[in-house]
């Protein structure tokens, strides 16, 4: 069972990957559902459906520390702690929509696209073409969907501006822009260093995504002599070393 579970979560077989590939799909499907039912009102069908991820999450989370070769260091990483957080929140029926929006911290798994990216190995490939910016949209994304959880946690008892999910996500979005309205603001030292945080880092990650969005188009495919990792779509030969390429699935059109 054990080697089941590592061909899994860290073998390069097709079936691995696979199902890497889905348990990808399944973290973005979750924060789809955490998101989209914040806003409509909380019956049998959902707390059902919290429970089926509750106990799906938490089946992950006991796998990936029974493969775990170094077991302490598991305990020691922030992804097995806001796991945690998380399978609570799903499944014990905590105080108000506050701490169920807990579940959100589940958006730091989405982080681990690198995993599934790694696996894709063909330089033809779309994901492996738009490697970065996949992961810059990750990034951005997670971090909005944190803060968003950060700002609601933190206000909606003290600051009448902030009622729901959506006027945390709409003064997150407006300060990571730095366009900042001003109908919705953080008071007090919390508030604003709270708004700091989210200038600070927002917006190196949106000039990154920014960044990956619009430079000329590279392939990635490592020179065997210098190792530089990018070149142009029609390279022959290595800028930096001079050495002859051989990049396979791309050609000159």
């Known amino acids: 069972m054990i080697e089941l579970l590592r061909d899994l979560y860290e073998g390069q077989t097709e079936r691995g990957q696979r199902f890497r590939a889905w348990l990808l799909a399944f973290d973005i499907l979750t924060l789809v559902f955490i998101v989209g039912t914040s806003f409509t009102e909380r019956g049998p069908a959902i707390e059902a459906i919290d429970v089926l991820l509750g106990i799906l999450i938490l089946l992950d989370l006991l796998a990936r520390f029974a493969i775990s070769r170094h077991r302490g260091r598991e305990l020691l990483r922030l992804s097995t702690w806001t796991d945690v957080v998380a399978i609570v929140s799903f499944l014990a029926p905590l105080t108000g929509e506050a701490a169920g929006f807990l579940r959100v911290l589940r958006t730091l798994r989405i982080l681990h696209t690198y995993t599934v990216l790694n696996d894709i190995k063909d330089p033809g490939h779309p994901i492996s073409r738009n490697e970065e910016v996949i992961l810059a949209i990750a990034n951005l994304g997670v971090f909005v ?71 000329p188009n590279k392939v990635r495919f490592a020179c065997p002599t210098c190792g530089l990792l990018r070149h142009d779509p029609d390279a022959v030969h290595c800028k930096a070393c001079g050495t002859l390429l051989n990049i396979p699935n791309e050609g000159t059109d």
């Open 145 to 215: 969907f944190v803060m968003t959880a950060i700002v609601y946690e933190t206000q909606h008892w003290t600051n009448p501006d902030i009622s729901n999910y959506a006027d945390a996500l709409y003064f997150t979005v407006t300060a990571l822009t730095t366009t900042g309205f001003g109908d919705i603001t953080l008071p007090g030292t919390l508030g604003r260093m709270l708004t700091v945080l989210i200038m600070i880092f927002g917006v190196t990650l949106f000039l990154r995504l920014a960044q990956v969005l619009f430079r």
